[in-house]
């Protein structure tokens, strides 16, 4: 089926650190990928999104390439603030709508 | 704006107690989508309505009704609570429905069934 996988765990950093969070995924044909963000209180709420091979989604100096021959779409960013602290969620649209599947979600914490 | 609105965000139920998760938006949306989120998952689709008066199951369905009447409001109803239901939920709305990604969540609803 179509499913995402996400790193295990909470990230915890210090405040100028490179993140990265690693997303691989199962999925038929050729699906669009997306990282949401869910910061303390709020909603999710999209961050970027590449719709094929080789795309580089970027936004807010995140960024994340779809690659089809590692089926990944890593989140990275060179250097966290402190108002980068939330929940990350990788997923993926298998169909061509907007039913996304969902990863578990990666609590990232940045200490100053 | 106010976006996409849930209510409660919070409600404790006895096991076999009912109750309406309520949802809101006012992007006049056709798409809207109920997810629940359970500790250390992701988030799984309940179900989802593609516009007023049709609506569809998605991955988990059991135990859950929706209904849509009107474009702004997207009603989950829980009957006979269970502990297996003790779940956040989240209400979304989509423009359309061709894949874009860009969902609009509203803040989650926490329910324990004890």
């Known amino acids: 089926g179509n499913s995402v996988t996400q790193m295990e765990g909470p990230v915890t950093l210090s405040e100028e650190a490179f993140l990265t969070i690693n997303c691989t995924y199962t999925a038929t044909g050729y699906p669009s990928l997306f990282w949401y963000v869910q910061y303390p209180g709020e909603g999710l709420q999209l961050l970027l999104k590449?719709?094929?091979?080789?795309d580089k989604g970027s936004n807010k100096g995140f960024e994340a390439t779809y690659r089809k021959e590692t089926t990944s779409f890593h989140l990275e960013k060179g250097s966290v603030q402190v108002s980068d602290s939330a929940v990350y969620f990788c997923a993926l649209s298998p169909y061509g709508n907007n039913r996304l599947a969902f990863g578990k979600g990666n609590q990232v914490v940045v200490i100053p | 704006n106010a976006g996409v609105t849930q209510t409660p965000k919070f409600r404790i139920l006895k096991i076999g107690q009912s109750m309406t998760l309520q949802c809101t938006q006012d992007m006049n949306h056709n798409y809207m989508y109920w997810y629940r989120q359970d500790p250390g998952m992701g988030l799984k689709l309940i179900y989802y309505s593609v516009g007023a008066g049709i609506t569809d199951k998605g991955e988990v369905p059991n135990g859950y009704n929706v209904s849509r009447s009107t474009t702004e409001d997207f009603p989950l109803r829980l009957e006979l609570a269970a502990p297996s239901q003790t779940s956040v939920y989240f209400c979304?709305?989509?423009?359309?429905?061709?894949?874009?990604?860009?969902?609009?969540f509203g803040e989650g609803s926490r329910l324990t069934v004890l």
């Open positions: 979304a709305s989509s423009q359309g429905g061709g894949g874009t990604g860009e969902l609009f």
């Open positions: 590449a719709t094929k091979a080789d």
